[in-house]
T-cell receptor, first 114, second 111 residues
Framework: DVKVTQSSRYLVKRTGEKVFLECVQD?????MFWYRQDPGLGLRLIYF???????EKGDIPEGYSVSREKKERFSLILESASTNQTSMYLC?????????????FGPGTRLLVL | GDSVTQMEGPVTLSEEAFLTINCTYT??????LFWYVQYPGEGLQLLLK?????DKGSNKGFEATYRKETTSFHLEKGSVQVSDSAVYFC??????????FGSGTKLNVKP
């Protein structure tokens, strides 16, 4: 079974802090994704990566950056946390092969910025 | 542009009732279609998928048929259980790097 793990289930941070969210997958997937999930808005893509050191902006990249130094690990960084970044953050990974592009999700990190 | 629209919830049903959650999509090509389910406190799990027109995806008693003519992928189950209470997301993807998710439909099943 594919396993995607996220470093924390719950985080509480203060405005202005730098926040790191870590995601690790164990299936050698090329693609990794960061989404945020907000009520009524569904999932919105922040960034994705299709290879080590490669990244592309999603729909809402402002205020975020990412790092992918190893294939299995994809980090989301909030450079200076703000209250409007309070949300559920979901990491996902997928294979690149045709027909195997199903995304597998981690359990999510619920972030509260005070 | 590409998008997914699904019916707003919450949907409240009694156990053993018939379930339909509507989903329609807009896409520039011929995407693969997915239903994901999110149980309380968990991430999303793939429920079923269909990769081409007229394909039917099925899993755990749920099914959905890829209807190209109506650009729809409605989720159905003949008899829901309390354990089906969750949020259901419809999604499509036609390349490997971009998924489009609907806003989610919360299902509450009462005993």
């Amino acid at each position: 079974d594919v396993k995607v793990t996220q470093s924390s289930r719950y985080l509480v941070k203060r405005t202005g802090e730098k926040v790191f969210l870590e995601c690790v997958q164990d299936m050698d997937h090329e693609n990794m994704f960061w989404y945020r999930q907000d009520p009524g808005l569904g999932l919105r893509l922040i960034y994705f990566s299709y290879d080590v050191k490669m990244k592309e902006k999603g729909d809402i990249p402002e205020g975020y950056s990412v790092s992918r130094e190893k294939k299995e690990r994809f980090s989301l960084i909030l450079e200076s946390a703000s209250t409007n970044q309070t949300s559920m953050y979901l990491c996902a990974s997928s294979d690149r092969l045709a027909g195997k592009e199903t995304q597998y999700f981690g359990p999510g990190t619920r972030l509260l910025v005070l | 542009g590409d998008s997914v629209t699904q019916m707003e919830g919450p949907v409240t049903l009694s156990e053993e009732a018939f379930l339909t959650i509507n989903c329609t999509y807009t896409a520039t090509g011929y995407p693969s279609l997915f239903w994901y389910v999110q149980y309380p406190g968990e991430g999303l799990q793939l429920l079923l998928k269909a990769t081409k027109a007229d394909d039917k995806g099925s899993n755990k008693g749920f099914e959905a048929t890829y209807r190209k003519e109506t650009t729809s992928f409605h989720l159905e189950k003949g008899s829901v259980q309390v354990s089906d209470s969750a949020v259901y997301f419809c999604a499509h993807s036609y390349n490997f790097n971009k998924f489009y998710f609907g806003s989610g439909t919360k299902l509450n099943v009462k005993p």
